[in-house]
């Protein structure tokens, strides 16, 4: 094995890598050049020991991986999401019929949320569950407001953002209705539920998150 290690590259080898072998005194010299700089606190026959003995390791560097740039997927800002009108419906999606398998859906959501409102149930118990739900789906109707045009408008919630609830009509209508100054009616089965609009001025993932404190009186 130390033959093989120690014999001369072949010329059409050393042609091949572009290398030149070198004499064995030449290779003898560099070498012990090359350990006494690599290891300059050992003696001459200190190094020659160790070679006899084991393997020495005379470099050794763990390769770098190039790290990427971690980006987080950036969002629409609130202009790009304006201009793209993300939450706008089309006027062709605006249909009544369309949203009724979501009134559906939503009917058995609340029913699960409230423990299928049998009676017996605790009131302020569900009057809590009710305040943190989510109300997409729901048939909402004005029963007060200090708008008259807006009493009696009923119709699915498709929307609801900070400051207004969003519905559709049976006459297939978009109706924008703010929540401040406006109480509005939920049947759920034989339970009917208001919402009074103005301590409602919350997106439904904040509400949902949030304590409310019970209050005597609300005014309109």
Sequence with gaps: MEKTVMSRIPPEDGKLLGIQSQQNSTAEQFTAAFLKNTIPQLRADDIQDILLRRAVVLQYARLKKPRGKKTKAKGLNAK?????KVFQLKPEHQKYELFLPLHELWKQYIADLCNGLRQGCNPQMIQQRLLKADFHGAILTVVRSKCPSYVGTTGILVQELKHVFKFITKEDR?????KRNSVFSVEIGDFVTHIYGSKFELRSSERSAKKFKVRGTIDL
């Design 174 to 178: 978009l109706k924008t209705i703010p």
């Design 80 to 84: 790009e999401r304006r201009e793209l």
